[in-house]
């Protein structure tokens, strides 16, 4: 079975990058959970941060790509280069996804996202989705695996056995490791706002450089393929 943490980012605000985005952990995905779990309970200690809106809301609601301070993105950032993990992302600018709304948008590239991967893990008899609450998601995630199941068919054009999707919507409380998405998919839409600079002075490449290496696919409906594990930018 395999394990997929699951998140989108940039929804409600046009003026960045629609991402859709998964996290697969391996063997050791529940002490990874432990890890980052275990990192939350530290920096939770900080009372200096105390009163920090950003530190309140890392306190209640755990650690977040986009929002959370430095005192905590950069821990996170250290303990992400201790532990294997492979990202996939699709992107978009929204000219040329399907879907009339962005609601619809982000289902399309849900679809488009978990297709990929049930063909790439074709052999696997299940993957384990958790993909993070969100306001509307329970109708789309009733719709995914068979809107899925019939673009992987449509892909392959033949009758590839596929594996179970069993997609469950949770609380970042509840599993700490999406996190990881979180914070792939921020550095990520920096650099993709930045220009895809390849300027090794500038900072968003530099945090795109970090993550890069973890990307199995990072793939543009506009673009295509953007980088991937086989044909990576360096």
Same mark, same amino acid.
């Given at each position: 079975m395999v394990k997929l943490f699951m998140d989108e980012s940039g929804n409600g605000n046009t003026s960045q990058p629609l991402i859709v985005g998964a996290v697969e952990l391996g063997e050791d995905a529940d002490a990874i959970e432990?890890?980052?779990r275990e990192l939350h309970k530290r920096l939770f200690a900080r009372n200096s941060l105390s009163g920090l809106p950003s530190f309140e /809301? *890392?306190?209640?609601? %755990? *650690?977040? %790509?986009?929002? /959370?301070? !430095?005192? !905590?993105? !950069?821990? *996170?950032?250290e303990l992400m280069r201790t532990i294997f993990f492979r990202a996939y992302m699709v992107v978009t600018d929204r000219t040329r996804v399907p879907g009339d709304t962005e609601f619809e948008q982000i289902e399309s590239m849900y679809v488009k996202l978990l297709s990929d991967l049930s063909i790439r893990h074709h052999r696997e008899p299940e993957l384990l989705c958790h993909i993070e609450q969100s306001e509307? #998601?329970?109708?789309v995630i009733r719709r995914l695996p068979n809107s899925a199941a019939k673009q992987a068919y449509n892909t392959t054009g033949k009758a590839t056995p596929l594996p179970k999707l069993n997609i469950? #919507? !949770?609380a970042k409380r509840d599993y700490m490791s999406t996190a990881i998405i979180d914070y792939v998919m921020a550095a990520v839409s920096r650099w993709l706002l930045a220009g895809r600079t390849t300027d090794p002075k500038d900072r968003h490449y530099r945090g795109f450089r970090a993550i890069e290496p973890s990307i199995s696919m990072l793939y543009s409906y506009e673009h %295509?393929?953007?980088?991937?594990?086989?044909d990576p930018l360096h």
């Open positions: 432990e890890k980052i /809301d *890392f306190r209640k609601n %755990g *650690f977040h %790509g986009s929002t /959370d301070p !430095v005192e !905590v993105s !950069v821990p *996170f950032l509307g #998601m329970e109708s469950t #919507m !949770v %295509g393929r953007i980088s991937s594990r086989k």
